[in-house]
T-cell receptor, first 112, second 114 residues
Framework: SQQGEEDPQALSIQEGENATMNCSYK?????LQWYRQNSGRGLVHLIL?????REKHSGRLRVTLDTSKKSSSLLITASRAADTASYFC????????????FGSGTKLNVKP | DSGVTQTPKHLITATGQRVTLRCSPR?????VYWYQQSLDQGLQFLIQ???????AKGNILERFSAQQFPDLHSELNLSSLELGDSALYFC?????????????FGPGTRLTVL
């Protein structure tokens, strides 16, 4: 299966600390995306990184992509209680970019 | 607010029944995706439509079907419902997967099968 897997499954930190989540996938991709989901609600797109990019920044978010290791990481700096949510990576398939595969997610809890 | 709407928000029904979930994509988006999210399976891609045509199929059961209409709204039909079909069903839309398949998700429909 193409499905990405996030690591760790759960992460609990104090406000102000950095949070790092990792994602691994199995086959070639065109791009990888990170999404956030607050409990029971729809997913919100955070950032997209293309297969020819190695790093991307958006505000307090930093995403890296290592296609040789088939892995990506999401770093949230100076975390806030409002960052508490589940974070998912999603990959398409390089042979069928219309198919989308989500990982099982990392549950982040930021304690005030 | 993503601009994607889904109705109904909640649906409670019995095993063996059939239901229809509806999705309206963001204005200008041609592509619609359907996902199922259950506790033990995570977020599963079901099917994708682009401008009325089916583009990709994921783990969609034969009891499930979908279509996208000329006005670009989409419906997901679930029939012969089983207890295991209880889940959150999300619809997402994007402009054009070729250019940028960033997806915008609706709030979801929570289906409970009793």
């Amino acid at each position: 299966s193409q499905q990405g897997e996030e690591d760790p499954q759960a992460l609990s930190i104090q406000e102000g600390e950095n949070a790092t989540m990792n994602c691994s996938y199995k086959t070639s991709i065109n791009n990888l995306q990170w999404y956030r989901q607050n409990s029971g609600r729809g997913l919100v797109h955070l950032i997209l990184i293309r297969s020819n990019e190695r790093e991307k920044h958006s505000g307090r978010l930093r995403v890296t992509l290592d296609t040789s290791k088939k892995s990506s990481s999401l770093l949230i700096t100076a975390s806030r209680a409002a960052d508490t949510a589940s974070y998912f990576c999603a990959t398409d398939g390089s042979y069928n970019f219309n198919k989308f595969y989500f990982g099982s997610g990392t549950k982040l809890n930021v304690k005030p | 607010d993503s601009g994607v709407t889904q109705t109904p928000k909640h649906l409670i029904t019995a095993t063996g029944q059939r239901v229809t979930l509806r999705c309206s994509p963001r204005s200008g988006d041609l592509s619609v995706y359907w996902y199922q999210q259950s506790l033990d399976q995570g977020l599963q891609f079901l099917i994708q439509y682009y401008n009325g045509e089916e583009r990709a199929k994921g783990n969609i059961l034969e009891r499930f079907s979908a279509q996208q209409f000329p006005d670009l709204h989409s419906e997901l039909n679930l029939s012969s419902l089983e207890l295991g079909d209880s889940a959150l069903y999300f619809c997402a839309s994007s402009v054009d997967p070729l250019e940028n398949n960033e997806q915008f998700f609706g709030p979801g429909t929570r289906l409970t099968v009793l």
